[in-house]
């Protein structure tokens, strides 16, 4: 996005070739994109101009390194000499804007996502990191220090989707440009406003656009023999090897199924190429000296966001953290991974929040074993329009109920680690 071609072109462009053809480089972008996200621009007479002269630093830091005014219907956008090593960042960051709605054009969560876009797009330039230093560096600036979090980590992980290879159907940023023009109404301007998260409302959409592709019989049957050999073998050196144990487990009767062996590794190609399904490893804490503790806090309603951000930020060890409202109070719900030597800190720490005033209520609690389950029948096209699966329907199969456990033990271990380990 656009296509190979035109981002090298882009990224090795001088600005003498760029002032020689501007208008002609333009275009071709332009009608690149527009094909590649197949939505038409809202703005299609565009002018680039670059002009020598001192600038005020911008507090804005999507409009950095450029000035915009219309004339005669046609957008002028002029580029500060200063910024002219960003060229291709700037270019492609002002032509993607021409597809986004005017009324959210300017969203900082929208432009974060556009920033992510093009970071993907011109990940060889050797500007490359400067560029996402200069942008990050101004969103620290200027955002208020005592928010007390990261504000950046959800579109962080943004540039891992990106990446994924996908096909011409399940396209990434074309799927983003589509879901803005189509949900206007529940963008909103920071990310700091959680109820209308534009990351969590576009991965929850998009997840559900991979699950509908999900649903076939045969793509279902390998995900299960996928499990079912992972759990066997317990090794995921890489999903390639997974067709020789399917043929060898199938062969000697352990693993049950009709399905072949060339529709497996057909399944196998897309599961690897546009999907997230990939096997994870569990750890057995306390094999480490580690407590794992479930942790609720809720939090005084009489504290502001910034200073709950605050304390959270510090708290040592949280990880899998989730908000959520009780009245007027903020609930904090998460995981803490903790040596043990620091439990008893921990406690100690949660009990003085409280004498505080900081927190009104807390539950720590040890967890001594891991319990995962997943149905793979709600997968199925028989299941999409039903709440609860239903057992004793024709087309229900036990096999499809898949669950992982994991025994921590009632004793804690002190290993001896190398500096490997």
């Known amino acids: 996005m656009p296509d190979s071609l035109a981002f090298k072109i882009l990224e090795n462009i001088s600005e003498k070739e760029f002032q020689k053809n501007s208008d002609l480089v333009v275009q071709n972008l332009l009608n690149n994109i527009t094909t590649q996200l197949k939505l038409d ?18 507090k804005d830091v999507f409009n950095i390194g450029v000035n915009r005014y219309t004339q005669n219907k046609t957008l002028i956008i002029e580029i500060y000499e200063k910024y002219l090593k960003f060229l291709p960042f700037i270019l492609l960051r002002e032509i993607y804007n021409r597809f986004v709605p005017l009324k959210i054009i300017d969203y900082e969560s929208v432009q974060l996502v556009i920033n992510q876009i093009i970071i993907k797009n011109l990940s060889k330039h050797n500007a490359l990191n400067e560029w996402d230093s200069l942008i990050k560096g101004h969103l620290e600036h200027y955002d208020a220090p005592s928010k007390g979090f990261d504000r950046l980590t959800p579109f962080d992980r943004l540039k891992s989707f990106f990446d994924l290879k996908v096909s011409e159907i399940l396209n990434h940023i074309r799927f983003f440009f589509h879901y803005i023009r189509r949900n206007i109404s529940l963008m909103s301007d920071k990310i700091e406003d959680a109820a209308n998260d534009l990351h ?24 299960r023999c996928l499990i079912y050999i992972f759990y066997k073998i317990k090794l995921n050196r890489n999903l390639g090897q997974y067709q020789n144990y399917f043929q060898k487990l199938k062969a000697n009767g352990q693993l049950q199924t009709e399905l072949s062996l060339r529709r497996f590794i057909k399944n196998l190609e897309w599961i690897k190429n546009e999907s997230y399904i990939a096997p994870s490893y569990k750890v057995n804490w306390k094999t480490l000296d580690i407590c794992v503790i479930y942790i609720f806090i809720r939090f005084n309603p009489i504290l502001n966001k910034a200073k709950i951000y605050k304390i959270i930020k510090n708290l040592p060890f949280l990880t899998t953290s989730k908000f959520s409202r009780s009245n007027f109070s903020l609930d904090l719900l998460g995981i803490i991974f ?17 004498n505080l005033g900081y927190i009104i209520k807390h539950d720590l609690l040890l967890l001594n074993y891991y319990n995962a389950n997943f149905n793979l029948n709600y997968l199925r096209k028989s299941s999409q329009k039903q709440l609860l699966v239903e057992l004793n329907h024709s087309k229900y199969e036990k096999k499809y109920e898949i669950e992982f456990k994991l025994d921590y033990g009632t004793k804690f271990y002190k290993p001896i680690l190398n500096i490997l380990d």
Request: hydrophobic share 40%; charged share 35%; proline share 3%.
């Open 338 to 354: 903790i040596p043990k030597v620091y439990l008893e800190d921990l406690i100690n720490l949660v009990k003085r929040l409280e």
């Open 41 to 58: 621009p809202y703005q299609t007479n565009i002018k680039f101009i670059i002009i020598r002269k001192e600038i005020s630093e911008s």
């Open 200 to 223: 969590d409302l576009f991965f929850d959409e998009f997840k559900n656009h991979m699950l509908d592709c999900m649903t076939d019989k045969d793509m279902i049957e390998t995900v």
